[in-house]
């Protein structure tokens, strides 16, 4: 039987929460594809552009530098998708020094793959409590999104059922709250890990900075928004990131976070446009290309205002640059 069939099955036997229709779809569709790039359903911003992948790297090689240049630090990506923003962010630290090993938490086969080509000494985790005590640079670029979450309507859960031979949601109304306790649970992990090892982590993700509370489960294949119910297991599932939870998290695991601020701010403070226009003269046939780029990462309409960027650092490391009040 199909994947699709025999959750269907389960969820018309039994129900589902909403929280588990996503851990479960999102776990087979991650493994058992590529979902990225123009043949896969969505595109990260790595994908749309080496400087994303550059901004990031010289944040965390100015981080390293002021922290005093660790000899044990390493490289950590979660989710890491086919290892082009770790290719891009370590040009950036190699070029400053930093000589410390890859690791990477994923787990799915087909991703592993793609970035066991482009990174052939990576370690690799299934989760965060495996990874190396040592000071971390850590970045989780789009990976607390597809993490499973509670949907709330008043104080009854939300879930999923067969309804007339179809998945619907029940009970019907407004979606009050959403939680994650498995992207909470992350970030305390994740926290309570640089506060006893130290370093510092960059979380980037489409969400909300100041608590706001809706319905935002969304699936997206083939580059289009769909129906989340219309087809389990072969579209990525996601809410938006509730960037006060985290903090908080991580705060009680002894860490220290920064404001939250957008991801086109952060991105223009730490020069996005100045490597713009070198990129542009280097390649003056790919400047409009190139100008496009900045804009879909940076500008209201594209990426800019929608994803937020947030750290999360050791007490005695510096604030990583562009997210200091």
Known sequence: MSFAGDLKDRIAADGMTVHDYIAASNAHYYASRDPLGKGGDFTTAPEISQMFGEMVGACLADCFLRAGAPA???????????????????????????????HFVETSPALRAEQERRHPTAVWHDSVDDLPECPLLIVANEFFDALPTRQFIGEEERRVVMMDGKLAFEPEGEVAREASEVATDIAFRLAAHLAQHGGAALVIDYGYAGGEQRDTLQA????????????????????????????????????????????GNWLETLGLGPRAMTLAGNNPERADDIAAQRRRLSSDDGMGTLFKVMAIHHRGWPVPAGLGQ
């Open 72 to 102: 044990d630090a390493a490289y950590c990506e979660l989710g890491p998708g086919r290892g082009t923003l770790a290719s891009d962010a370590l040009k950036l630290l190699r070029g400053v020094g930093f000589s410390g090993p890859t």
């Open 220 to 263: 997206v294949k083939r580059h289009e928004k769909v129906d989340p119910l219309s087809a389990p297991g072969e579209a990525d599932l996601t809410t938006h990131v509730d960037f006060v939870a985290l903090a908080r998290a991580a705060q009680e695991a002894g860490a220290r976070t920064s404001r939250v601020i957008s991801q």
